[in-house]
């Protein structure tokens, strides 16, 4: 109602979730990186290390804007099933990393500055998609952010992602995190939501992959016609 408030009832919820995640995933890069630097612990027990202050910090402002998300997608978009159930899963690796094991945020952080590392970048993208149609600056920013963010997202969420996942998932399975007492069904349940959530992001910009290249293959016809 305020920052869209030219903008017709058309895209105005959606714009609003994009420029909540905005909000919070630059910033929060920020904080998580600084928090995962400022951990002191030997490199051997930091996946599993107990939590510091700001690292707790970081999961409430992450937990907080999941909340606030989620409760704007159930008010505007209660059908979007799959993405409100990414946000209770999400949530609930937030939650329980920091309220009941109180360990483990190390691993839970480098996954989170992976995930919002293109937030800026995809957003931008998002809010310029919704106008492309009505404004021609919009549509030309849309197609030009397309291909470096499709690339971006690739390395992060096809490579980098699951090589972390991967060393998170030697270490869990060596049983060094129960010197630590992160309990077996937390970082199982983790590693599931965790899993889960690569394998969708990597779904999806392997769609976009598709249609991009569909996109500027029907361009090229017409430019041949």
Same mark, same amino acid.
């Given at each position: 109602?305020?920052?869209?408030?030219?903008?017709?009832?058309? /895209? %105005?919820?959606?714009?609003?979730?994009?420029?909540?995640?905005?909000? +919070?995933?630059?910033?929060?890069?920020?904080?998580?990186?600084?928090?995962?630097i400022? !951990? $002191?612990?030997?490199?051997?027990?930091?996946?599993?290390?107990?939590?510091t202050t700001?690292?707790?910090?970081?999961?409430?402002?992450?937990?907080?804007?999941?909340?606030?998300?989620?409760? +704007?997608?159930?008010?505007?978009?209660? %059908?979007?099933?799959?993405?409100?159930? /990414? +946000?209770?899963?999400?949530?609930?690796?937030? !939650?329980?990393? /920091?309220?009941?094991?109180?360990?483990?945020?190390?691993?839970?952080?480098v996954?989170?500055?992976?995930?919002?590392?293109?937030?800026?970048?995809?957003? @931008?993208?998002?809010?310029?998609?919704?106008?492309?149609?009505?404004?021609?600056a919009?549509? $030309?920013? /849309?197609?030009?952010l397309?291909?470096?963010?499709y690339?971006?997202?690739?390395?992060?969420?096809?490579?980098?992602?699951?090589?972390?996942?991967?060393?998170?998932? @030697?270490?869990?399975?060596?049983?060094?995190?129960?010197?630590?007492?992160?309990?077996?069904?937390?970082?199982?349940?983790?590693?599931?939501?965790? !899993?889960i959530?690569?394998?969708?992001?990597?779904?999806?910009?392997?769609?976009?992959?598709?249609?991009?290249?569909?996109?500027?293959?029907? $361009?090229?016809? $017409?430019?041949?016609?």
């Open positions: 109602m305020v920052v869209f408030r030219n903008w017709g009832p058309k /895209h %105005r919820a959606a714009a609003s979730s994009c420029f909540i995640s905005l909000v +919070h995933g630059t910033p929060v890069v920020f904080m998580a990186s600084y928090a995962i400022d !951990v $002191k612990n030997k490199a051997s027990d930091i996946i599993a290390s107990p939590n700001f690292q707790d910090i970081v999961l409430e402002y992450s937990i907080a804007y999941f909340f606030m998300d989620l409760l +704007h997608y159930i008010i505007f978009f209660p %059908r979007d099933i799959l993405f409100i159930l /990414h +946000h209770v899963a999400t949530l609930y690796v937030l !939650v329980t990393c /920091h309220f009941v094991v109180r360990s483990g945020a190390f691993a839970i952080l996954i989170l500055v992976l995930a919002e590392i293109t937030s800026a970048c995809q957003n @931008v993208w998002s809010l310029a998609g919704f106008r492309k149609a009505d404004v021609p919009s549509a $030309k920013l /849309h197609e030009t397309s291909l470096p963010f690339a971006l997202y690739s390395v992060v969420r096809g490579i980098l992602g699951p090589l972390f996942v991967y060393q998170m998932w @030697v270490y869990y399975q060596s049983g060094a995190a129960a010197a630590t007492l992160i309990p077996k069904w937390a970082w199982v349940s983790w590693m599931v939501v965790i !899993v959530g690569i394998l969708l992001s990597v779904l999806w910009i392997l769609n976009n992959w598709i249609d991009l290249c569909r996109e500027r293959s029907c $361009k090229a016809s $017409k430019k041949v016609n």
